[in-house]
Every structure is written in C-alpha cells, then in structure tokens.
C-alpha cells in the first residue's frame, strides 16, 4: 500500500484527455463519451446476450485501452465505462455470478455480485468483445451474458 502511494506520487495518473491529475480518464473526459443507449445486444455460439458500452470507433477509448494493456491501473476507468453503461440502460445482471477477469473485481464490487465460475447464470465482462466469446466457449454454462466496453 505504501508502494502505491509513493508510486503515485512520484508517476500520478493524468487524463490521456486533459492531462489533469488523478485518473487515466478523469470524470469530465469519460462524461464526453457517448455510451450506447437503448442497448441492443449480440448474440452469437453460446452468449446469448452481449451488450457493448461504447462504439469501436472512439478513439478516446481505444488509447485508453491501449494504456489498460500497459498500465493495470487504468482497467479501473474501462471498468467505470460499463458500470455507467448498466446503470444507464437498466440491465437487470442480479441473478448472475461473474467469471473471473481481469476487470470482474470491479464490477462485482459495484453490483455486489458473486465472483466465481459457474454452469448456471454467468456474466462475463470483457475490455473487448472477443475476449468476452473467448471465455464463453470455455463454458458449459446454461445462460451466458456478456458486457464489454468495445
């Protein structure tokens, strides 16, 4: 802990934006991007719902996904993408335990849903969508969703 907070005193996080000090995408640069509403969702093998948060084509997110295969920190900021993108929609993910990833932790902590692999209800997130078909065609799980940001 202590690392931590030398760490980010010594190397802050900035906005990838504007530069401001504090996160790797501060609140004002994540309100600039247009999450998708009115969600439709993907179906494809065995998920049979996938919503995506935000469109492949914004180039703010792709840097920051760029930043999140470096920087683990800034998993956080895609993470709050999606958590923002549920809560916006309204899709109901209560009767689901996630899979674990490298960004479940924050959406289970949020939604204050279960971690853990399953063969009933599993929600997979995922920074990408074929990270998300990826994992789903490791299940045997009878209903399979997915979240990713792009």
């Known amino acids: 802990m202590m690392w931590k907070t030398i760490k980010d005193f010594i190397w802050p996080k900035k906005c990838i934006n504007c530069n401001k000090i504090g996160a790797y995408l501060c609140e004002d640069c994540m309100a600039t991007i247009d999450l998708i509403k009115k ?3 993907l179906q494809f093998n065995k998920v049979q719902r996938l919503y995506v948060a935000v469109s492949y084509n914004n180039k703010l997110v792709q840097n920051l996904i760029n930043l ?3 920087y683990k920190d800034a998993k956080q900021d895609l993470a709050n993408l999606m958590i923002n993108y549920i809560k916006i929609n309204e899709i109901n993910i209560d009767n689901f335990v996630i899979y674990p990833s490298d960004i479940s932790g924050y959406i289970s902590k949020e939604f204050k849903i279960p971690i853990k692999e399953s063969n009933k209800n599993v929600l997979i997130v995922g920074v990408e969508s074929k990270d998300v078909f990826k994992i789903a065609e490791e299940l045997d799980a009878e209903k399979v969703w997915g979240v990713s940001v792009v």
């Open 39 to 41: 969600p439709k969702y």
């Open 68 to 70: 999140a295969n470096n």
